[in-house]
């Protein structure tokens, strides 16, 4: 191994100041009451759909008002197979060679509007997520693909029967965008959720400006007793780290849930000293650089092999590390993990070569033999500052070293989604960010879009497919790993369908009297305002 300024192998252990490190959670006093106010890293989500969306903009703010079949356990975020109910009653045991999971529904819960919520509505939901009806998109359709049948025999039970048995089912249930939703809303209007909010979470919907903030308002009915803590909060959307920065150190708000760079850590760190708490952890997010396959000359293979040559991620690795929120050179795993590359194996596939200038006078070769000397396009970026126009940056600057001609056009997320989704682009920065380490449902982003609806790459490839679902299937771990490499060298050398940036790092600083916050390798995970308390 080497030290973070180049390939290291990421420990699924959680790095915390002293400050954080003192006293456990359980010896604490708990208070109740207040208001937490947090910031988004964002103009605005897409919609409030958690269902159609991917997005932090739209998990941060409408995650405290929904409840999930199971989660991440909350005390242990940074676990991949630690699973814990939350409307279920307990974690079932598969049966039927693992291909059968029946789960008993809790009694008693309602919806924000006093309405039961039952098995049905958990049924209902899920077989959105999995099987979504003409006319709906699921951004976890792809994930539940070893998913046969959700069935809902009586008012408190729900049964999952697979096609065939993987570990990745438990993960994929346990996501935190997976909202129970209302059966009745969902029938007779399956886009309500997108610009409405209905939920049976800890925090009943009090307010939302498009743009400006999220408010709930505690539940008094909610099914885990003495929780949330907190009375109340509010989400500001602030797009700019300068703003978000600002109003932490002045106690405007006390956090923002997805990270910050280094400079801004130790900047509030230096100001504020032990009134300021900072949390580390590897992060299970990163950039890609997508071409669209459909716009030329992005469908030939080998100009979208000359852009991967002429990065150079060794050393812009370190560098960016400094100034942005990332830091790991990796594949398309999250690095470290049982299925990720190795230095050795990485070094083999385009863009990550030990020979920098060998690899950008390929890169030339290939332009020329595609006619595209001296390409010109438009490289498409979303408003958010970090990483985003940090990578950005640094790709545009690598690619003109082998004579390309980049501009960029940053969007807010609304329409930087409608872009991606509509194919209106050449080549955009986007993202890979999971909900957990789990590399067999991670690694679905590069499968075709008809299989995996959050892929902008513009392609159909039933090869990719194919490699896909054999590891999918596969159980001895040592095949999985190798048919792990097959997959990714097919995707990133051979059809070269994306470009990999630097994985990321996760920083999060938040006020000392905020409590019961815990880190995880995912900014999805663990948003559970219910466990958070102000000490103040």
């Known amino acids: 191994m080497m030290n973070r300024t180049g390939w290291i192998g990421v420990s699924f252990s959680i790095a915390v100041t002293a400050a954080l490190a003192a006293t456990p959670v359980a010896a604490q006093a708990i208070k109740k009451g207040g208001t937490l106010t947090y910031m988004i890293p964002a103009d605005a989500p897409p919609s409030l759909d958690g269902h159609k969306e991917n997005t932090f903009a739209t998990l941060h703010a409408t995650a405290p008002f929904y409840s999930t079949l199971i989660a991440i356990n909350p005390d242990n975020p940074s676990s991949t197979t630690d699973f814990v109910c939350d409307l279920c009653t307990e974690m079932p045991k598969a049966i039927d060679d693992g291909k059968t999971y029946t789960f008993k529904i809790r009694k008693g819960v309602k919806f924000h509007d006093g309405t039961p919520l039952t098995a049905a509505d958990v049924a209902k939901s899920w077989q959105y997520i999995a099987f979504p009806p003409k006319g709906v998109s699921s951004a976890r359709e792809a994930y539940m693909s070893m998913v046969d049948k959700i069935e809902n025999p009586d008012p408190e039970t729900v049964v999952f029967r697979l096609k065939f048995a993987t570990s990745a089912f438990l993960p994929a249930l346990a996501d935190p965008f997976a909202y129970i939703y209302k059966k009745d809303v969902l029938e007779k209007e399956p886009h309500w959720y997108e610009k409405n909010v209905l939920g049976s979470g800890p925090f009943k919907f009090a307010g939302y400006e498009t743009g400006q903030s999220m408010k709930g308002a505690r539940n008094p009915d909610y099914y885990h007793e003495g929780k949330p803590y907190l009375d109340g909060f509010t989400a500001i959307f602030a797009a700019k780290q300068s703003v978000r920065v600002d109003a932490i150190r002045a106690d405007r708000a006390a956090t923002e849930f997805r990270g910050m760079p280094p400079s801004a850590r130790d900047e509030l760190v230096k100001e504020l000293g032990d009134k300021i708490t900072v949390q580390t952890s590897d992060w299970n997010c990163v950039n890609l650089l997508t071409p669209n396959q459909k716009k030329k000359p992005f469908d030939d293979v080998r100009v979208r092999r000359a852009l991967a040559l002429a990065i150079d991620p060794w050393k812009g690795a370190p560098a960016l590390s400094r100034i942005a929120t990332v830091h790991t050179v990796g594949g398309l795993v999250f690095p470290g993990s049982p299925l990720a590359a190795n230095k050795e194996e990485l070094q083999k596939i385009a863009g990550f070569g030990p020979d920098i200038e060998k690899a950008r006078a390929e890169a030339r070769k290939l332009l020329k033999e595609a006619g595209a000397e001296g390409l010109k396009f438009e490289l498409m970026n979303r408003n958010v500052d970090q990483p985003y126009k940090f990578v950005a940056t640094w790709a545009i600057d690598e690619w003109s070293k082998i004579g390309l001609k980049v501009t960029q056009r940053v969007l807010p997320t609304g329409p930087f989604y409608e872009a991606l989704r509509s194919g209106n682009f ?95 390798p995912s900014h999805y995970l663990n948003l559970n305002l219910a466990n958070i308390w102000l000490d103040k």
């Not at 008809?450 to 679902?469: Q, T």
């Not at 990714?488 to 059809?495: F, G, N, Q, R």
């Open 426 to 520: 050449e080549v955009t920065v986007e993202f890979n960010c999971q909900n957990m380490v789990n590399p067999l449902l991670d690694v679905a982003k590069v499968l075709p879009r008809s299989v995996y609806p959050e892929n902008y790459g513009g392609y159909e490839d039933p090869k990719l497919v194919e490699l896909y679902n054999s590891m999918l299937k596969e159980t001895d771990p040592a095949k999985q790993r190798a048919k792990m490499r097959d997959f990714e060298t097919y995707a990133l050398d051979t059809k070269v369908v994306t470009i990999m940036t630097p994985w990321w790092n996760r920083i999060i600083a938040h006020r000392s009297y905020m409590k019961g916050w815990k880190i995880s």
